[in-house]
């Protein structure tokens, strides 16, 4: 599920580390302030942007049985994309995962793209940019060379300066049950999301899916709503789900 590079293996796989770039007060997707004044959650924004570590996580298994099928068919979808696709998707139809933290104001993006690792054929990953796209197969088109073009040994580059964007990484090695990402500063109020390896599961294959948030922007009802919208476009509409609503 990480996106593979001609070449790759997992052998002799080292534990590395990277710095991003922290991202610019602003983004080319739009966007607008939050009033924060009439905000029904300003009390848990002042009192959680003041945490040393303000971030909460939450691991689940999502069925994944019909894409996992139609992915191992003759001329099927990519898993690693559609996967991706629907994490995209799900995270630009909850608005809490589009909220970035400004300084004391809280930012919401109109829409934001996601960022993958992927995997280089020495064994290195890189970063990758991915737009959302209104149907998979648009999103495919664009998402495919982009990673090709990822996987090229080269200089690292982060992909994302600025934070319109959600984090996505997967570990197809392992069937994790829980996961935790680096954390840049207080400031870094940007989602990370995680997919393990897929396994079967009494008949049934399980994903299990990691979702990392700032709690001064987003709350436990939101990580469900992600969750929940996320397993539905997994679990069969991502063939004509949208990335905004």
């Known amino acids: 599920m990480l996106g593979w590079c ?4 997992l052998s002799s796989l080292r534990p590395g580390s990277l710095r991003r770039k922290e991202p610019e007060p602003t983004s080319s997707s739009g966007g607008r302030y939050l009033e924060l004044e009439t905000w029904k959650r300003k009390e848990h924004f002042e009192l959680y942007r003041g945490f040393a570590n303000p971030f909460f996580g939450v691991c689940v ?42 300084g004391d104001r809280v930012w919401i993006h109109d829409q934001v793209a996601i960022t993958p690792t992927v995997l280089r054929a020495d064994q290195t990953f890189a970063f990758v940019r991915l737009e959302p796209a209104a149907t998979y197969s648009e999103f495919e088109k664009r998402g495919a060379p982009a990673v090709r073009e990822a996987c090229r040994i080269k200089p690292l580059e982060a992909s994302h300066p600025t934070d319109d964007v959600v984090y996505q990484t997967t570990l ?3 069937r994790f049950t829980s996961f935790s990402n680096a954390l840049k500063g207080a400031d870094d109020s940007v ?16 994903l299990p899916v990691s979702v990392e948030v700032h709690h001064a922007v987003v709350d436990g009802i939101d990580v469900a709503r992600f969750l929940d919208e996320l397993e539905r476009t997994l679990h069969g509409s991502w063939r004509r789900a949208r990335t905004r609503r």
């Open 6 to 9: 001609k070449g790759s293996t």
């Open 61 to 102: 298994e999502l069925d994944v049985s019909d894409l996992w099928h139609r992915t191992r068919a003759p001329g099927g979808p990519s898993f690693f994309l559609a996967s991706v696709f629907s994490a995209l998707g799900a995270a630009n139809a909850v608005e809490a995962f589009r909220a970035r933290i400004r």
């Open 172 to 174: 197809p090695w392992v």
């Open 191 to 206: 989602p990370r999301v995680a997919f393990g390896k897929c396994s079967e599961d009494g008949g049934r294959w399980k």
